[in-house]
C-alpha cells in the first residue's frame, strides 16, 4: 500500500481527503487514479466559496488517455483551490498526494468522517 498513505481517507471515486489543521479539508485524486488517466494536461477546478453537495462534481482532469469528473467527497464550502495547477497540471501525476492537492472545503454541518474510506477499505478497492 505504499501509493495508498494511512494518514489519508478516500473515496470510492479515487478522491483522498486529509484534515488540515485548520478544520478544513484537501482534496485531491490518488495515485491509482492519477495512473490510470496518463499525463494529466488539464484541470478545471471550482470558483473559492463555490458550495457543492457530496459526490457532486466539483471539476474535470483531461490526460493524454481521458477526461474525468472530480466527485467532491465532502459536502461543503470550497475555501481554496490550488491555482498552480492551471500552469502545473503536471503536479498532479508528479505529486498527487502534496503538491497536486485540487481544493480545500470547510464541511458542511453534519460532515462524518465515517462516510469515507480509510487506507485499507481503499485498497480492496482498487485491488
Do not use: C
Amino acid at each position: 500500500m505504499s501509493d495508498i498513505p494511512d494518514d489519508l481517507l478516500y473515496t470510492r471515486d479515487h478522491e483522498w481527503v486529509r484534515k488540515e489543521n485548520e478544520g478544513t479539508y484537501a482534496v485531491g485524486i490518488t495515485h491509482h487514479a492519477q495512473d490510470s488517466l496518463g499525463d494529466v494536461t488539464f484541470v478545471e477546478l471550482p470558483a473559492s466559496g463555490d458550495t457543492f453537495e457530496q459526490n457532486s462534481v466539483f471539476g474535470f482532469v483531461e490526460s493524454v488517455k481521458a477526461a474525468s469528473d472530480l466527485y467532491m467527497p465532502i459536502a461543503g464550502e470550497v475555501v481554496e483551490i490550488n491555482a498552480e495547477l492551471n500552469d502545473s497540471p503536471e503536479q498532479v501525476n508528479e505529486d498527487p498526494y502534496g503538491g497536486g492537492w485540487m481544493i480545500k472545503i470547510k464541511p458542511a454541518t453534519g460532515f462524518s468522517e465515517e462516510s469515507l474510506l480509510n487506507a485499507v477499505a481503499y485498497s480492496s478497492e482498487i485491488s
